[in-house]
C-alpha cells in the first residue's frame, strides 16, 4: 500500500520561473492538502483539495495555486518565483477532507529558488 | 483563530533519559482536535497522536505518554527511557477548520 508520493524530491528554479509540484495521496484517500515549510520554521498551511475543487485556503498569494484530478492526485503550480519561495513542500493526504482525522505526508519537495 | 506555542525550540539529552515536550494552544473554539507529529531528517511528518477537546484523560503508548490539560490549554508529550531513533523535530498543531496550525516545533536530540 503506497503512501503519499510527492515528485520531484528536489528542483532549482530561478526568480520569475514557473514550477509545479506533483503529489499522489495514499490508496483510498481522496483529499490533499499543500504546506510551506520554510528552513527552521514549522509547515504552513497552502490550501486543499477536495472534489476536485479548492475549499480552503491559507494565507499565500494568487500566485500560488493548485489543482486536483478525478484520480484525487494533485499538483501545486507557483508562478513568478521569488527567492523567498524556497522551501520544503509537504503534501498531505486523509478521507473526506477530514483533518480531525491523522494526516499522511509525503516526504517533500526542496525547491530552491536562486 | 488557533495558535501553538512550543517554548523549548531545542532539547539535548543522553539516550535513556526521560524527557517532556511542552506544547500550550490557543483556541476560540469549543471543539477542536490537538495532534503531535514527529519529523525525522527524512523530513516526512509521522503522525503520533490525535486528541480531542472533550477527552482529557492521559494517554501511553509505550514509551510514548500524553498530558492534555484544558484548564491549562497544555498537552505535554514524554518520551520515557529515549533512544537515538527519537532524535527529530517534534510539532503539536491544532486544527482550525481543514488547516492544521503548525508552531515552530521542538528539535529532540538524542545523544547515544
Known amino acids: 500500500d503506497a503512501g503519499v508520493t510527492q515528485s520531484p524530491t528536489h528542483l532549482i528554479k530561478t526568480r520569475g520561473q514557473q514550477v509545479t509540484l506533483r503529489c499522489s495521496p495514499k490508496?483510498?484517500?481522496?483529499?490533499v492538502s499543500w504546506y510551506q515549510q520554510a528552513l527552521g520554521q514549522g509547515p504552513q498551511f497552502i490550501f486543499q483539495?477536495?472534489?476536485?475543487?479548492?475549499?480552503q485556503r491559507g494565507n499565500f498569494p494568487d500566485r500560488f495555486s493548485g489543482h486536483q484530478f478525478p484520480n484525487y492526485s494533485s499538483e501545486l503550480n507557483v508562478n513568478a518565483l521569488l527567492l523567498g519561495d524556497s522551501a520544503l513542500y509537504l503534501c498531505?493526504?486523509?478521507?473526506?477532507?477530514?483533518?480531525?482525522?491523522?494526516?499522511?505526508f509525503g516526504s517533500g519537495t526542496q525547491l530552491s529558488v536562486l | 483563530a488557533q495558535k501553538v506555542t512550543q517554548a523549548q525550540t531545542e532539547i539535548s539529552v543522553v539516550e535513556k533519559e526521560d524527557v517532556t515536550l511542552d506544547c500550550v494552544y490557543e483556541?476560540?473554539?469549543?471543539?477542536?482536535?490537538l495532534f503531535w507529529y514527529k519529523q525525522p531528517p527524512s523530513g516526512e511528518l509521522v503522525f503520533l497522536i490525535r486528541?480531542?477537546?472533550?477527552?482529557?484523560q492521559n494517554e501511553i503508548s509505550g514509551r510514548y505518554s500524553w498530558n492534555f490539560q484544558k484548564s491549562t490549554s497544555s498537552f505535554n508529550f514524554t518520551i520515557t527511557a529515549s533512544q537515538v531513533v527519537d532524535s527529530a523535530v517534534y510539532f503539536c498543531?491544532?486544527?482550525?477548520?481543514?488547516?492544521?496550525?503548525f508552531g515552530g516545533g521542538t528539535r529532540l536530540m538524542v545523544k547515544p
Open positions: 498531505a493526504s486523509s478521507l473526506d477532507g477530514a483533518t480531525n482525522e491523522k494526516l499522511f
Open positions: 483539495y477536495y472534489e476536485e475543487e479548492e475549499r
Open positions: 490508496s483510498g484517500h481522496d483529499t
Open positions: 486528541r480531542n477537546s472533550f477527552d482529557e
Open positions: 498543531p491544532p486544527n482550525a477548520g481543514n488547516m492544521l496550525t
Open positions: 483556541t476560540r473554539d469549543t471543539t477542536y482536535y
